[in-house]
């Protein structure tokens, strides 16, 4: 997730999700590409071997890009784009960044959930793996919290509206804006306890590189998240 990709996860997720028929338990897993992503051994883990501290900052960022991938493939139609829950399904958000949270999600994504019968949740693990598993464990864990977004979103527009003037010639102080970005990014906390929530400042701050593009494409992000947020 450098800054010249010309998408982010935000505008990804709505790509992936246009046109999606909402179900519960029909979903047919659809592969992942994680070839970029370090093995992690046969034996399934019980604890996210992504996160930054373990892997560091490089790895961590692939296996949230392959991680929103997978989410928005698989997972979104039951789970909410964003991982945020209509309440059709649990709000994976919530859950803890931690041993406990990673166990009970690996277990839910490895062999699925059934109740009376039915069939809430397909099993993913064989088909996706464990790889699949663990980037998009890293993902949801990322997730905002959605509130604290919607709390800044007067200043996200105003920063918004600035950057995509700056990208058309207009004058401004490229800098300042994305300093600004970034301590926003820095006050908006993930649900799950991890300790960086990759919401759109962050993103909006990380695709900022001094040239007409990266403004435009910060513009676009802070556009589509802020379009979400409402």
């Known amino acids: 997730m450098t800054k010249t990709r010309k998408t982010s996860l935000v505008t990804a997720g709505f790509v992936a999700i246009a046109g999606m028929v909402y179900a519960h338990g029909d ?3 659809q592969p992942i590409n994680t070839d ?3 093995d992690v ?6 604890e996210n071997p992504y996160r930054a501290e373990a892997v560091g900052e490089e790895v961590w960022l692939k296996a949230v890009e392959i991680g929103s991938s997978g989410f928005n493939q698989n997972c979104a139609r039951c789970h909410g784009l964003g991982a945020i829950s209509g309440g059709l399904a649990p709000d994976l958000r919530f ?3 931690e041993e406990y949270g990673d166990d009970w999600f690996m277990q839910r994504f490895q062999h ?4 009376n019968g039915t069939t809430k949740m397909p099993a993913f693990g064989e088909i996706l793996g464990q790889k699949a598993g663990w980037a998009i464990r890293t993902y949801i864990e990322t997730r905002p919290d959605d509130q604290m977004v919607t709390d800044r979103a007067a200043r996200l527009t105003e920063i918004r509206d600035a950057l995509a003037a700056m990208s058309t010639g207009g004058a401004g102080d490229e800098a300042a804006l994305q300093s600004d970005l970034q301590a926003i990014a820095e006050g908006i906390e993930t649900l799950s306890g991890a300790p ?3 919401s759109i400042a962050w993103e909006a701050a990380r695709a900022l590189n001094g040239a007409a593009d ?6 676009e992000i802070l556009t589509v998240g802020l379009s979400a947020a409402h």
């Open 27 to 29: 979903v047919a897993p």
């Open 196 to 198: 960086v929530a990759v």
């Open 95 to 97: 859950l803890e960044a």
């Open 214 to 219: 990266g403004q435009k494409h910060a513009a």
């Open 41 to 46: 051994g046969e034996e399934w883990l019980i």
């Open 112 to 115: 699925g959930y059934t109740q």
């Open 36 to 38: 970029a992503l370090p």
